[in-house]
């Protein structure tokens, strides 16, 4: 079997995207767009990726790590010669190479697996991915002869009236027959405007030669939208989104609006979840079945057990059990961990926080580096008096306590299994099961005051 390669162009500047960041490491639904385009590859049965870096070459290797090999092009010399750098790894290989450019985040595997097959039953040795255009100003056009042969990729500015009208594009990416393409690469000039070396001349080489050119067109344009700028950003975000939410709707998941809902792309979600408007849900988060989540919730990197609803508010880098309520307005920071059953009310905030099963925070509360039991009931308005200003100190409550409203647990401190807090009780020191702990001033009414504070006006 023919063994398959990758070279994914990632050297370019990307001055037009005006941007600290460099261009390929600019996310599409929270994910870079170069990762899009190798995790894409790694679908294919593929036995080498190499990346050609070049500007924020660490950042590129820091963020795809082992999925890729790495060759440095010091000098951004053209697409050709980015693709030459890559010789000293694939030169001598048999096989075939697919090039592609690493700002092309929306080209399916499904696509570059056809361009494969394609290359194979045709016996290329080099085969371009094409599109049609509705407007194709910019792009290279695709001319072929009467028996439909690809003959010719011209480029805009040297293209004549006639050939501007042609909407078959070169997408920019290829495969070729390995050791044809590096033996063809040395033969590529700059002999041009720029001086750049540019790899469409390898396909003219290779028809001067008399080898098979073959090209085939992709059914969907849109997939090979190249990422220059923001407003290219913008659209490639828009279009993988409906791509995302589509796929999850077709899986049984019900978006109510899809235009106004954000589904990252490594988002797993369960059938039967009803995700409402304005709703953000990214990195690996996995959502259980039969949840309801938002209107107006974000949830990153968390994990939502089934039957779980969540109602505008924010959870982060948490695990959420089954049939769990959260919010409106409640935020559950980093490392929180909500069991079964549970409610997390309106107004409420969890910091590294355990909440037990059945266990509620119904409103206006903090938890913070706190491990609360099961059957637990948090009043209104408690807090975890975590922080001296230096340290953070840890808060334990055990099994069916009821704290009262208005109560501070000065950390670190114990409450055992089985005790009461008096409302507005401020809790120092270790509180005994089946004990009441309270510490407020006693109530005192004082008769008649108003009758005096009246007279004396």
Same mark, same amino acid.
């Given at each position: 079997?023919?063994?398959?390669?990758?070279?994914?162009?990632?050297?370019?500047?990307?001055?037009?995207?005006?941007?600290?960041?460099?261009?390929?490491?600019?996310?599409?639904?929270?994910?870079?767009?170069?990762?899009?385009?190798?995790?894409?590859?790694?679908?294919?049965?593929?036995?080498?990726?190499?990346?050609?870096?070049?500007?924020?070459?660490?950042?590129?290797?820091?963020?795809?790590?082992?999925?890729?090999?790495?060759?440095?092009?010091?000098?951004?010399?053209?697409?050709?010669?980015?693709?030459?750098?890559?010789?000293?790894?694939?030169?001598?290989?048999?096989?075939?190479?697919?090039?592609?450019?690493?700002?092309?985040?929306?080209?399916?595997?499904?696509?570059?697996?056809?361009?494969?097959?394609?290359?194979?039953?045709?016996?290329?040795?080099?085969?371009?991915?094409?599109?049609?255009?509705?407007?194709?100003?910019?792009?290279?056009?695709?001319?072929?002869?009467?028996?439909?042969?690809?003959?010719?990729?011209?480029?805009?500015?040297?293209?004549?009236?006639?050939?501007?009208?042609?909407?078959?594009?070169?997408?920019?990416?290829?495969?070729?027959?390995?050791?044809?393409?590096?033996?063809? /690469?040395?033969?590529?000039?700059?002999?041009?405007?720029?001086?750049?070396?540019?790899?469409?001349?390898?396909?003219?080489?290779?028809?001067?030669?008399?080898?098979?050119?073959?090209?085939?067109?992709?059914?969907?344009?849109?997939?090979?939208?190249?990422?220059?700028?923001?407003?290219?950003?913008?659209?490639?975000?828009?279009?993988?989104?409906?791509?995302?939410?589509?796929?999850?709707?077709?899986?049984?998941?019900?978006?109510?609006?899809?235009?106004?809902?954000?589904?990252?792309?490594?988002?797993?979600?369960?059938?039967?979840?009803?995700?409402?408007?304005?709703? /953000?849900?990214?990195?690996?988060?996995?959502?259980?079945?039969?949840?309801?989540?938002?209107?107006?919730?974000?949830?990153?990197?968390?994990?939502?057990?089934?039957?779980?609803?969540?109602?505008?508010?924010?959870?982060?880098?948490?695990?959420?059990?089954?049939?769990?309520?959260?919010?409106?307005?409640?935020?559950?920071?980093?490392?929180?961990?909500?069991?079964?059953?549970?409610?997390?009310?309106?107004?409420?905030?969890?910091?590294?926080?355990?909440?037990?099963?059945?266990?509620?925070?119904?409103?206006?509360?903090?938890?913070?580096?706190?491990?609360?039991?099961?059957?637990?009931?948090?009043?209104?308005?408690?807090?975890?008096?975590?922080?001296?200003?230096?340290?953070?100190?840890?808060?334990?409550?055990?099994?069916?306590?009821?704290?009262?409203?208005?109560?501070?647990?000065?950390?670190?401190?114990?409450?055992?299994?089985?005790?009461?807090?008096?409302?507005?009780?401020?809790?120092?020191?270790?509180?005994?099961?089946?004990?009441?702990?309270?510490?407020?001033?006693?109530?005192?009414?004082?008769?008649?005051?108003?009758?005096?504070?009246?007279?004396?006006?």
């Amino acid at each position: 079997m023919t063994k398959i390669y990758a070279v994914v162009l990632a050297a370019g500047q990307g001055t037009r995207m005006k941007s600290k960041l460099y261009k390929v490491l600019h996310p599409v639904c929270g994910k870079p767009m170069v990762e899009h385009v190798v995790d894409h590859i790694r679908d294919l049965d593929v036995t080498k990726i190499v990346s050609i870096v070049g500007h924020g070459a660490e950042k590129v290797k820091e963020q795809l790590g082992d999925k890729s090999e790495y060759v440095l092009q010091e000098e951004q010399l053209g697409t050709a010669h980015a693709v030459q750098q890559a010789e000293t790894l694939l030169g001598d290989l048999e096989g075939t190479t697919i090039v592609i450019c690493g700002d092309t985040p929306l080209i399916r595997p499904e696509t570059m697996k056809a361009l494969l097959e394609h290359h194979q039953q045709q016996a290329a040795k080099a085969t371009i991915l094409t599109a049609v255009a509705e407007n194709p100003t910019g792009y290279g056009r695709i001319l072929r002869n009467e028996e439909g042969h690809v003959e010719q990729i011209v480029e805009q500015k040297d293209a004549t009236v006639e050939q501007q009208k042609v909407t078959e594009i070169n997408t920019g990416t290829y495969c070729f027959d390995n050791k044809a393409l590096f033996e063809t /690469l040395k033969l590529v000039k700059n002999d041009n405007a720029q001086g750049e070396y540019y790899l469409p001349d390898v396909i003219e080489i290779l028809k001067q030669q008399g080898e098979i050119v073959s090209a085939y067109i992709s059914d969907d344009f849109s997939e090979n939208l190249g990422v220059n700028d923001r407003v290219a950003l913008s659209q490639a975000e828009e279009i993988m989104r409906a791509r995302i939410n589509e796929t999850h709707m077709r899986n049984g998941v019900t978006i109510i609006n899809p235009a106004n809902t954000y589904i990252g792309a490594d988002v797993t979600i369960g059938s039967d979840t009803i995700v409402y408007p304005g709703t /953000l849900l990214e990195g690996q988060t996995v959502i259980g079945e039969d949840c309801y989540i938002g209107p107006n919730s974000h949830i990153v990197d968390s994990q939502i057990g089934h039957r779980t609803k969540i109602d505008a508010s924010v959870v982060e880098e948490s695990m959420i059990g089954e049939d769990v309520t959260v919010g409106p307005y409640a935020h559950i920071r980093p490392a929180s961990n909500v069991l079964n059953r549970a409610k997390v009310g309106n107004f409420v905030e969890l910091k590294k926080t355990t909440l037990g099963e059945g266990s509620k925070a119904s409103h206006l509360t903090y938890l913070g580096d706190a491990e609360i039991g099961a059957d637990v009931n948090i009043g209104c308005g408690t807090i975890t008096v975590n922080y001296d200003g230096v340290n953070k100190f840890k808060t334990t409550i055990g099994d069916r306590s009821f704290i009262g409203c208005n109560a501070n647990l000065v950390a670190p401190v114990t409450i055992h299994s089985d005790t009461y807090v008096a409302a507005g009780t401020t809790v120092t020191k270790e509180v005994p099961p089946f004990a009441l702990a309270i510490g407020r001033s006693r109530q005192e009414n004082k008769e008649n005051y108003v009758n005096k504070l009246n007279s004396n006006k």
